[in-house]
């Protein structure tokens, strides 16, 4: 009996251990510099034995509650164990952060040059593990491993909203998970002083604390600061006990927390408190610091001791970004001291506060980082400089010799939509989709060996203004975190956003584990349609957020069934098709899709612009835009959208005298960025380009305080008339006016 009692129980864990095998999953992400699958799989279910430096102790305990769930260790009957070696012999072939993890049915192996690179393996690991149906059962496998940037970042805006420490080490746990070393922590802004300093009480007594905590735009002298205790104030801060908490709890994960106590601008919260520090002298809402005074200074490096007192990080980040600079225009001894200072431009005011305070730094052995804007005036020797507004900042520094990281707001700003914007809560603007993300070359082109050098790596930035809950912060963040996380540590030649795309499946799991609020896939399909200017048709294709999908379509415009066309490859259409297109998942329809392709009469014809062309903030494809046959995405920073500030003039010219049936325009509205649709748009044909007749004027029917995202086409039934000159002229509304093309058939 007990013979085959013994058999069936060793049948039984063979039976096991194969189907644990077989569904093994080692899709890590990043994507790991090497990964050599073996055979077998490492059983945690059992006692287990911890080897680990005494340096490492700290983090060994770590990995034993993140790894081990109920398993024991240290027994003298382990049947396995794991072994953490820091060897400092493999800086050549590790670097800093590298590390080298094995894991065989017997024991695991991490082994890394520094403690950096060990708590790295540690997480690959523990990912390894959670990303597995069974977290019992760990594949075997090789893996070496190491970064491609030194900087890896991830920030986190809590002026707007105060979020606890509990989610803040939540928040941390994930940038440790997948090989972050940064936590940028933005802690002041206008809307509240989020850090106890203790020489300015005012800062957390009344600054952290704000009257309305759900108005989208909350400013200064529409809504007020209130008191601490107030029944009706909003906001937060964190204590100094709380800040070393927070600084302690990443420290132990290899993540290094960066501050950023903004200057001079963002600075309406300070002001508020302490007005003798603006110009002014007087609550006024001004949003910089009066840079000629010497009390400004004095604050700020009081305030900055005791932020370097909590943060033992070798950056500090005093923001520098979007100071308007008036009050310093309109101030006596602003101007007094440009005077003095021989300054022509204000810009160089600026300048002279930044070089203030990163000399008060530098004497502290820190360093300044700021956004591009520092670099405005003159960048003080040894700042850094944080890209935002596209990567012409970071290309500025690297040329002149500065450090730099990328964090462009068309590929790093996570609270820009991630999908269609009327299917999402409301965002700021902007659409970056996870591919986008993923797409991104934190090394600009343009740069050379010595220059590229300079490029420390990459960030995403989170600010909270649309953001008020922490479920709000996780959907914002997740997946697209886990895209740049792959773009700051893998090579850029071993990735490839397919197969990132196929390892994402196996980390939803992993985010449910950790109870992630992380925004599920859509079923929407992106239909893209290439211009073939050769044989004037166009090449189409489907994207989808889901993976590998099963996709039906029709070139009729009927509604697409199992029956139709089932996509497998890009296919070409000539003249005007109507194409619709669904994802099918257990025989059943998802949402359809519409795309009209329409290979019109004006495609690659020229455009002259008669008032003064596009904006050069976004000159999309200059003055082939507008009838390249491209149409524009979801965002206007997708480069086919053409930017305007004053009314629109321009002329196509056919090529010769052409029957013409119908024009359309299309135009983008999205208020909070300042877009809107034109108010009225206007078309003139001539024969010889010299004397035009207006052929019809249409009014914009669209409210300019819908807030929704919205296109709207203007279309001209042009009856048959013969011309070989179209004139359209366009009377823009307010802010800025996009188009994408012009078409005409």
């Known amino acids: 009996m007990k013979k085959i009692s013994l058999f069936l129980f060793a049948a039984l864990f063979t039976t096991i251990s194969v189907t644990a095998q077989s569904e093994s999953s080692y899709s890590l992400i990043p994507k790991p510099t090497s990964l050599e699958k073996l055979d077998g799989h490492f059983n945690i279910g059992t006692h287990i034995k911890i080897n680990a430096p005494e340096d490492f102790r700290k983090e060994a305990d770590l990995f034993k509650k993140k790894f081990l769930f109920g398993a024991e260790d240290e027994s003298e009957n382990s049947s396995g164990s794991v072994h953490f070696i820091i060897d400092h012999q493999k800086e050549q072939t590790l670097g800093a952060e590298g590390y080298h993890l094995k894991v065989t049915p017997q024991n695991i192996k991490i082994v890394a040059a520094h403690k950096e690179g060990a708590i790295h393996g540690m997480f690959s690991l523990i990912q390894l593990q959670q990303i597995q149906k069974n977290q019992s059962f760990i594949p075997a496998v090789n893996i070496i491993d190491t970064p491609r940037f030194s900087y890896r970042g991830m920030h986190l805006d809590v002026s707007r909203h105060f979020f606890p420490v509990s989610f803040l080490k939540k928040y941390i746990d994930m940038l440790a998970l ?121 604050f700020m490096k009081n305030v900055l001791k005791e932020v370097m007192d909590i943060f033992p990080s070798r950056y500090i980040h005093i923001g520098g970004d979007e100071a308007p600079m008036d009050s310093w225009k309109d101030c ?252 099918f998942k257990d025989g059943e329809r998802k949402k359809v899709a519409t795309y009209n392709a329409d290979y ?62 119908q024009l359309s325009m299309r135009f983008m509205q999205l208020i909070g960025p300042g877009v809107y649709i034109p108010d009225a748009v206007s078309v003139y044909l001539s024969k010889d380009g010299e004397n035009y007749h207006q052929f019809k004027k249409i009014q914009n029917d669209v409210s300019p305080q819908d807030d929704r995202l919205l296109f709207k086409n203007f279309k001209f039934n042009l009856n048959g008339e013969r011309a070989r000159y179209i004139r359209v002229k366009v009377k823009k509304q307010n802010g800025f006016m996009f188009s994408d093309e012009i078409k005409v058939n």
């Open 600 to 661: 019109h009469k004006a495609i690659g014809k020229k455009v002259r612009y008669l008032n003064g062309g596009w904006s050069s903030s976004y000159p999309a494809q200059k003055a082939k835009t507008l009838t390249n046959g491209i149409t524009g995405s979801l965002t206007y920073q997708d480069k086919q959208w053409q930017g305007f500030l004053h009314d629109m003039d321009v002329v196509i010219d056919m090529g010769a005298e052409t029957t013409l049936h």
């Open 178 to 298: 997948y090989k972050f070393n940064t936590f940028h922590w933005h802690l002041t802004d206008a809307q509240g002083w989020r850090l106890e300093i203790k020489k300015y009480p005012k800062l957390t007594q009344i600054a952290a604390w704000r009257s309305n905590g759900h108005k989208l735009n909350w400013h200064l002298g529409e809504e007020q600061f209130l008191h601490e205790g107030d029944p009706n104030a909003y906001g937060g801060y964190y204590t100094q006990k709380e800040a070393r908490e927070v600084v302690a709890y990443a420290a132990k994960r290899g993540i290094t927390v960066i501050p950023e106590i903004e200057f001079p601008a963002h600075s309406e919260e300070v002001l508020d408190v302490y007005p003798e520090l603006g110009c002014s002298g007087e609550r006024d809402g001004t949003s910089e610091f009066c840079v000629c005074k010497d009390a400004t200074y004095t």
């Open 332 to 583: 006596k001894d602003c101007q007094a001291l440009m005077k003095r200072k021989g300054f022509t431009k204000v810009e160089q005011l600026q300048s002279y506060a930044i070089k203030r305070l990163n000399k008060f730094l530098v004497s502290h052995e820190r360093k300044l980082i700021g956004w591009d804007e520092i670099l405005k005036g003159g960048l003080p020797k040894g700042a850094t400089v944080m890209s935002w507004r596209g990567v012409s900042g970071g290309i500025a520094a690297a040329e002149q010799g500065h450090d730099a990281i990328m964090t462009p707001g068309g590929y790093c700003y996570f609270d820009h939509y991630q999908s269609d914007p009327n299917t999402q809560p409301k965002a700021i603007g902007g659409y970056i989709p996870l591919w986008k993300v993923y797409s991104y070359n934190p090394v600009p082109e343009s740069l050379n060996k010595s220059q590229a050098k300079h490029i420390l790596g990459v960030q995403a930035n989170l600010w909270t203004e649309y953001i008020p809950t922490t479920d709000h912060v996780e959907y914002m963040v997740f997946p697209r975190m886990l895209a740049l996380a792959e773009v700051g540590w893998t090579a850029q030649n071993e990735r490839k956003f397919k197969d990132f795309h196929r390892r994402l499946q196996s980390q939803y799991l992993l985010l449910q584990r950790h109870h992630i609020n992380y925004y599920r896939p859509s079923y929407r399909l992106h239909v893209k349609a290439v211009p073939d200017y050769k044989n004037k048709r166009f090449k189409i294709s489907f994207r989808s957020e889901q993976y590998n999908p099963t996709i039906y379509y029709t070139l009729d415009g009927t509604t697409p069934d199992t029956s139709d066309y089932k996509y497998s490859n890009p296919f070409y259409t000539e003249g005007q098709t109507t194409i619709k297109a669904a994802i």
